[in-house]
Protein backbone atom coordinates (compact mmCIF):
# COMPACT_ATOMS: atom_id res chain seq x y z
CA UNK A 1 0.00 0.00 0.00
CA UNK A 2 1.30 3.53 -0.74
CA UNK A 3 2.73 5.14 2.02
CA UNK A 4 3.89 8.96 2.34
CA UNK A 5 6.82 8.63 0.36
CA UNK A 6 4.80 7.09 -2.68
CA UNK A 7 1.95 9.37 -2.44
CA UNK A 8 4.29 12.43 -2.35
CA UNK A 9 6.04 10.95 -5.34
CA UNK A 10 2.96 11.58 -7.08
CA UNK A 11 1.80 13.99 -5.87
CA UNK A 12 5.24 16.16 -7.28
CA UNK A 13 4.58 13.84 -10.77
CA UNK A 14 0.94 15.31 -11.22
CA UNK A 15 1.71 18.38 -10.41
CA UNK A 16 4.46 18.96 -12.51
CA UNK A 17 2.63 17.86 -15.44
CA UNK A 18 -1.01 19.50 -14.76
CA UNK A 19 -0.44 22.84 -12.99
CA UNK A 20 -1.75 25.52 -15.10
CA UNK A 21 -4.21 23.00 -16.84
CA UNK A 22 -7.36 23.52 -17.84
CA UNK A 23 -10.20 20.02 -17.25
CA UNK A 24 -12.28 19.81 -20.18
CA UNK A 25 -14.06 16.80 -19.44
CA UNK A 26 -14.13 14.06 -17.02
CA UNK A 27 -15.13 10.32 -17.45
CA UNK A 28 -16.13 7.79 -14.83
CA UNK A 29 -15.49 4.16 -15.66
CA UNK A 30 -16.26 2.77 -12.15
CA UNK A 31 -18.54 4.64 -9.70
CA UNK A 32 -16.69 3.17 -6.82
CA UNK A 33 -13.98 5.04 -7.68
CA UNK A 34 -16.28 8.27 -6.90
CA UNK A 35 -17.87 6.38 -3.98
CA UNK A 36 -17.33 9.51 -1.17
CA UNK A 37 -18.31 12.18 -3.85
CA UNK A 38 -21.91 12.45 -2.05
CA UNK A 39 -23.43 14.28 -4.68
CA UNK A 40 -23.03 11.14 -6.91
CA UNK A 41 -20.85 10.00 -10.30
CA UNK A 42 -22.48 12.79 -12.71
CA UNK A 43 -21.88 15.78 -10.36
CA UNK A 44 -18.40 14.47 -9.94
CA UNK A 45 -17.89 14.78 -13.44
CA UNK A 46 -19.81 18.35 -13.70
CA UNK A 47 -17.77 19.70 -11.08
CA UNK A 48 -14.70 19.63 -12.07
CA UNK A 49 -15.80 20.51 -16.00
CA UNK A 50 -14.02 24.03 -16.53
CA UNK A 51 -11.50 23.83 -13.29
CA UNK A 52 -7.77 25.00 -13.69
CA UNK A 53 -5.56 23.15 -11.75
CA UNK A 54 -3.47 25.85 -9.44
CA UNK A 55 -1.36 23.64 -7.42
CA UNK A 56 -1.58 20.34 -4.77
CA UNK A 57 -1.02 19.38 -1.41
CA UNK A 58 -0.92 16.42 0.71
CA UNK A 59 -1.31 15.46 4.05
CA UNK A 60 -0.38 11.60 5.12
CA UNK A 61 -1.54 9.65 2.59
CA UNK A 62 -4.01 11.58 1.37
CA UNK A 63 -3.08 14.32 -1.96
CA UNK A 64 -5.05 16.84 -3.48
CA UNK A 65 -5.36 19.41 -6.09
CA UNK A 66 -6.14 22.78 -5.90
CA UNK A 67 -8.97 24.16 -8.79
CA UNK A 68 -9.98 27.34 -9.55
CA UNK A 69 -12.48 28.93 -12.27
CA UNK A 70 -9.87 31.59 -13.35
CA UNK A 71 -6.49 30.40 -14.22
CA UNK A 72 -3.92 31.64 -11.63
CA UNK A 73 -1.04 34.31 -12.83
CA UNK A 74 2.37 31.93 -12.38
CA UNK A 75 3.34 30.31 -8.85
CA UNK A 76 0.20 32.10 -7.40
CA UNK A 77 -1.31 30.22 -4.74
CA UNK A 78 -5.35 29.29 -5.69
CA UNK A 79 -8.03 31.98 -5.27
CA UNK A 80 -11.02 29.35 -4.94
CA UNK A 81 -10.99 26.81 -2.76
CA UNK A 82 -12.54 23.99 -4.45
CA UNK A 83 -9.48 20.69 -4.29
CA UNK A 84 -10.05 17.01 -5.81
CA UNK A 85 -8.64 14.46 -3.24
CA UNK A 86 -7.53 11.35 -3.81
CA UNK A 87 -6.54 8.16 -1.99
CA UNK A 88 -4.53 5.88 -3.43
CA UNK A 89 -5.62 2.68 -1.58
CA UNK A 90 -3.79 -0.63 -2.01
CA UNK A 91 -3.34 -0.06 -5.73
CA UNK A 92 -3.96 3.42 -7.45
CA UNK A 93 -1.88 5.01 -9.46
CA UNK A 94 -2.02 8.45 -11.73
CA UNK A 95 -0.56 8.48 -15.37
CA UNK A 96 0.20 11.18 -17.44
CA UNK A 97 -0.98 10.20 -21.14
CA UNK A 98 -1.80 11.96 -24.21
CA UNK A 99 -5.02 11.59 -25.39
CA UNK A 100 -6.16 9.01 -27.75
CA UNK A 101 -3.73 6.39 -25.98
CA UNK A 102 -5.62 3.01 -25.53
CA UNK A 103 -7.43 2.76 -22.43
CA UNK A 104 -5.83 0.50 -19.33
CA UNK A 105 -7.96 -2.17 -18.87
CA UNK A 106 -8.11 -0.52 -14.70
CA UNK A 107 -8.80 2.89 -15.91
CA UNK A 108 -11.41 4.39 -13.43
CA UNK A 109 -11.13 7.55 -13.81
CA UNK A 110 -10.27 9.89 -16.81
CA UNK A 111 -9.47 13.65 -16.62
CA UNK A 112 -9.37 15.11 -19.84
CA UNK A 113 -7.26 18.81 -20.45
CA UNK A 114 -7.28 21.62 -22.51
CA UNK A 115 -3.89 21.17 -23.88
CA UNK A 116 -5.14 16.86 -25.22
CA UNK A 117 -3.19 15.40 -22.60
CA UNK A 118 -5.17 13.11 -19.80
CA UNK A 119 -4.77 12.47 -16.21
CA UNK A 120 -5.68 8.56 -15.45
CA UNK A 121 -6.48 7.37 -12.27
CA UNK A 122 -5.64 3.56 -12.62
CA UNK A 123 -7.07 1.36 -9.89
CA UNK A 124 -7.15 -2.80 -10.06
CA UNK A 125 -8.52 -3.63 -6.65
CA UNK A 126 -10.63 -0.04 -6.41
CA UNK A 127 -9.80 0.53 -2.73
CA UNK A 128 -8.43 4.21 -3.78
CA UNK A 129 -11.19 7.10 -4.47
CA UNK A 130 -11.65 10.23 -5.95
CA UNK A 131 -13.89 13.08 -4.42
CA UNK A 132 -14.25 17.05 -4.82
CA UNK A 133 -14.88 18.94 -2.01
CA UNK A 134 -13.80 22.13 -0.23
CA UNK A 135 -10.66 23.19 1.69
CA UNK A 136 -10.67 25.15 4.57
CA UNK A 137 -7.47 26.60 4.72
CA UNK A 138 -5.02 23.95 6.21
CA UNK A 139 -6.46 20.81 4.51
CA UNK A 140 -9.40 19.58 2.82
CA UNK A 141 -12.65 19.32 4.66
CA UNK A 142 -12.98 15.75 4.45
CA UNK A 143 -10.04 15.08 6.54
CA UNK A 144 -10.15 16.74 9.40
CA UNK A 145 -9.73 13.27 11.23
CA UNK A 146 -6.52 13.13 9.89
CA UNK A 147 -3.62 13.77 11.85
CA UNK A 148 -0.49 15.94 10.76
CA UNK A 149 1.78 14.30 9.10
CA UNK A 150 5.71 15.03 10.04
CA UNK A 151 6.42 17.32 7.35
CA UNK A 152 3.85 19.85 7.96
CA UNK A 153 4.27 22.78 10.07
CA UNK A 154 0.98 21.67 12.42
CA UNK A 155 3.17 18.88 13.57
CA UNK A 156 3.80 18.83 17.18
CA UNK A 157 6.53 16.51 17.88
CA UNK A 158 6.58 17.16 21.57
CA UNK A 159 2.83 16.52 21.65
CA UNK A 160 2.45 13.38 19.81
CA UNK A 161 4.97 11.72 21.80
CA UNK A 162 3.62 12.61 25.37
CA UNK A 163 0.06 11.38 23.52
CA UNK A 164 1.89 7.84 22.12
CA UNK A 165 3.30 7.74 26.30
CA UNK A 166 -0.63 7.65 27.50
CA UNK A 167 -1.54 4.76 25.22
CA UNK A 168 -1.74 0.92 26.45
CA UNK A 169 -1.07 0.37 22.48
CA UNK A 170 1.60 -1.37 20.58
CA UNK A 171 3.78 1.03 19.31
CA UNK A 172 3.51 -0.30 15.77
CA UNK A 173 0.01 -0.04 15.84
CA UNK A 174 -0.36 3.18 17.38
CA UNK A 175 2.01 4.24 14.06
CA UNK A 176 -0.59 2.80 12.06
CA UNK A 177 -3.21 5.32 13.50
CA UNK A 178 -3.63 7.78 11.06
CA UNK A 179 -5.53 9.88 13.46
CA UNK A 180 -2.48 10.04 15.63
CA UNK A 181 0.10 10.21 13.11
CA UNK A 182 -0.72 10.15 9.66
CA UNK A 183 1.51 9.22 6.00
CA UNK A 184 2.88 5.60 7.97
CA UNK A 185 2.51 2.25 6.93
CA UNK A 186 3.38 -1.19 7.75
CA UNK A 187 6.72 -0.53 5.97
CA UNK A 188 8.02 2.65 7.18
CA UNK A 189 6.76 1.63 10.97
CA UNK A 190 8.94 -1.66 10.92
CA UNK A 191 11.77 0.08 9.50
CA UNK A 192 11.61 3.56 12.07
CA UNK A 193 11.34 0.69 15.14
CA UNK A 194 14.14 -1.21 13.86
CA UNK A 195 16.04 2.32 13.39
CA UNK A 196 14.83 3.16 16.92
CA UNK A 197 15.64 -0.21 18.59
CA UNK A 198 12.34 -0.82 19.90
CA UNK A 199 9.94 -3.64 19.73
CA UNK A 200 6.33 -2.91 17.45
CA UNK A 201 4.59 -4.74 20.84
CA UNK A 202 5.79 -2.79 23.62
CA UNK A 203 2.71 -0.32 25.01
CA UNK A 204 3.19 3.01 24.38
CA UNK A 205 2.75 3.72 28.50
CA UNK A 206 5.95 1.77 28.76
CA UNK A 207 8.26 4.44 26.47
CA UNK A 208 10.34 7.18 27.73
CA UNK A 209 9.66 10.99 26.58
CA UNK A 210 13.17 11.11 24.97
CA UNK A 211 12.52 7.37 23.34
CA UNK A 212 9.58 8.06 22.04
CA UNK A 213 10.70 11.62 20.31
CA UNK A 214 13.67 9.28 19.02
CA UNK A 215 11.73 7.37 17.40
CA UNK A 216 9.46 10.00 15.47
CA UNK A 217 12.80 11.25 14.38
CA UNK A 218 13.58 8.12 12.96
CA UNK A 219 10.14 8.34 11.14
CA UNK A 220 11.17 11.07 9.78
CA UNK A 221 14.38 10.48 8.83
CA UNK A 222 12.80 6.98 7.05
CA UNK A 223 10.56 9.07 4.99
CA UNK A 224 13.00 11.51 3.65
CA UNK A 225 15.60 9.10 2.42
CA UNK A 226 12.31 7.26 1.36
CA UNK A 227 11.22 9.94 -1.05
CA UNK A 228 14.61 10.94 -2.29
CA UNK A 229 14.66 7.28 -3.91
CA UNK A 230 11.06 7.88 -5.36
CA UNK A 231 9.20 5.56 -2.41
CA UNK A 232 9.24 1.65 -2.33
CA UNK A 233 8.19 -0.32 -5.01
CA UNK A 234 6.64 -2.74 -2.60
CA UNK A 235 4.80 -4.46 -5.93
CA UNK A 236 4.33 -3.95 -9.16
CA UNK A 237 1.16 -1.54 -9.06
CA UNK A 238 3.03 1.39 -7.29
CA UNK A 239 4.38 2.95 -10.13
CA UNK A 240 5.13 6.68 -10.58
CA UNK A 241 3.09 8.90 -13.05
CA UNK A 242 5.35 8.15 -15.94
CA UNK A 243 5.10 4.17 -15.35
CA UNK A 244 8.60 3.91 -13.54
CA UNK A 245 9.55 1.92 -9.90
CA UNK A 246 10.95 3.72 -6.64
CA UNK A 247 14.39 2.49 -5.52
CA UNK A 248 13.67 2.52 -1.57
CA UNK A 249 13.41 -1.37 -1.69
CA UNK A 250 17.08 -1.89 -1.91
CA UNK A 251 17.59 -0.59 1.37
CA UNK A 252 14.92 -1.73 3.51
CA UNK A 253 16.84 -3.43 6.95
CA UNK A 254 13.47 -5.45 8.23
CA UNK A 255 10.46 -5.21 5.94
CA UNK A 256 10.27 -8.22 4.22
CA UNK A 257 13.21 -9.96 5.20
CA UNK A 258 12.71 -12.19 7.50
CA UNK A 259 15.07 -15.12 7.59
CA UNK A 260 18.01 -12.94 6.38
CA UNK A 261 20.43 -11.56 8.89
CA UNK A 262 20.17 -8.28 10.21
CA UNK A 263 22.22 -5.23 8.81
CA UNK A 264 23.48 -4.35 12.63
CA UNK A 265 23.84 -7.65 13.84
CA UNK A 266 23.73 -10.32 11.78
CA UNK A 267 20.90 -11.80 13.67
CA UNK A 268 17.74 -13.85 11.66
CA UNK A 269 15.28 -10.97 11.17
CA UNK A 270 11.71 -12.31 12.32
CA UNK A 271 8.07 -11.68 11.27
CA UNK A 272 5.35 -11.65 13.94
CA UNK A 273 1.78 -10.21 14.10
CA UNK A 274 0.62 -7.47 15.48
CA UNK A 275 -3.02 -6.73 15.17
CA UNK A 276 -3.86 -8.13 11.88
CA UNK A 277 -0.75 -7.00 10.01
CA UNK A 278 2.63 -8.52 9.89
CA UNK A 279 5.36 -7.55 11.58
CA UNK A 280 9.29 -7.41 11.12
CA UNK A 281 11.78 -7.06 13.71
CA UNK A 282 15.87 -7.71 15.11
CA UNK A 283 14.65 -10.36 17.91
CA UNK A 284 18.10 -8.70 19.47
CA UNK A 285 18.10 -5.00 18.21
CA UNK A 286 14.44 -4.18 19.42
CA UNK A 287 12.95 -4.80 22.86
ZN1 LIG B 1 19.95 -6.74 14.96
Redo the contacts with the bound molecule.
Keep these: MPELPEVETVRRGVDAAFRGGLISAVEVYNPRSVRRHAAGVDDFAACLRGLTVTGSGRRGKFMWLHLDAEPSSAGELPGGDRVLVCHLGMSGQFRVMDAGAEAHRHLRVRVRFADERELWFVDQRTFGFLEVTDHDGTVPKTLGHIAPDVFEPEFDAERCAARLRSRRIEVKKALLDQGWISGVGNIYADEAL ?1 RAGIRGRRLGERISQRKAMELLGHVRAVLEEALEAGGTSFDPLYVRVNGESGYFSRELAVYGRAGQP ?6 S ?1 RREVIGDRSAHY ?5 R
Design positions: WCRRCGTICPKCQ
